[in-house]
């Protein structure tokens, strides 16, 4: 039986895997998620998620497991938008999507340590924003969510009164399509279901 190891600190990955109901561990990573500037956001995603289950493989002792990386960017107009620094980005991102569609991408990579095998992929969701005034992102900011998501909002949270539609997987959205991890799982041999 293969141990499944998540490479992530976020809380809201940790809630997803949960939800397969495979018995996992977490082994967090410090990575530099700096990239090349011609690099697709399909290519940035696929890439960091590598670099963060890469990051986590030199932690992990037992050759039974199946290491799991993740990265989540927003795409609005060739723009990409990770993280916001801090209040006044959060608002620009904000400012930037509002009323508009723009793409999630998520990218997952899944290692087998014993086999010596790596499997990358992703997914793209599409999010249309509502129409917001600059009091309404202020207000959104306020509730201090933003801060630790790509594109400054959560689809999860109370980000989902700010949504007006989402075109494809929601969790590729939160972090993690488990759709398409549990495809990739399937390939290194775990059975989901
Ligand atoms: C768009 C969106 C993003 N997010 C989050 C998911 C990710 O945690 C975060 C994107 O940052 P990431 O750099 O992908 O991940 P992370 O730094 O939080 O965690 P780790 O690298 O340790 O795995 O944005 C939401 O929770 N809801 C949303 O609606």
């Known amino acids: 039986m293969k141990t499944l190891v998540l490479a992530s600190s976020s809380p809201r990955r940790q809630e997803l895997i ?8 977490i082994v967090t990573n410090d990575v530099d998620e700096t990239v090349s ?4 956001p399909k290519q940035i995603v696929e890439e960091l998620s590598l670099r963060k289950a890469k990051a986590s493989i030199t932690r992990v002792t037992d050759s039974q497991s199946i290491v799991i990386g993740s990265d989540t960017i927003v795409v609005y107009s060739q723009e990409v938008l990770g993280k916001p620094k801090d209040q006044e980005d959060a608002f620009r991102m904000l400012k930037l ?5 723009h793409q999630v991408y998520t990218g997952i990579t899944c290692i087998d340590v014993g086999e010596s095998r790596i499997v990358t992929r992703s997914r793209v969701t599409d999010v249309r924003m509502k129409a917001l005034s600059d009091e309404q992102i202020r207000a959104y900011i306020a509730t201090g969510e933003p801060m630790d998501k790509a594109g400054a ?4 949270g109370i ?8 075109n494809g997987d929601h969790f590729n959205v939160v972090g ?3 759709s398409l991890l549990s495809e990739m ?7 989901v279901l």
């Open 185 to 191: 799982l399937e390939e290194l041999g775990v059975k």
């Open 97 to 101: 999507i509002e009323g508009k569609t």
């Open 176 to 178: 993690m399509s488990l």
């Open 37 to 40: 500037n011609d690099l697709s």
């Open 153 to 156: 909002y959560a689809v999860q």
């Open 18 to 25: 949960q939800m397969l109901g495979l018995p996992f561990e």
């Open 159 to 166: 980000g989902s009164t700010i949504v007006e539609s989402i």
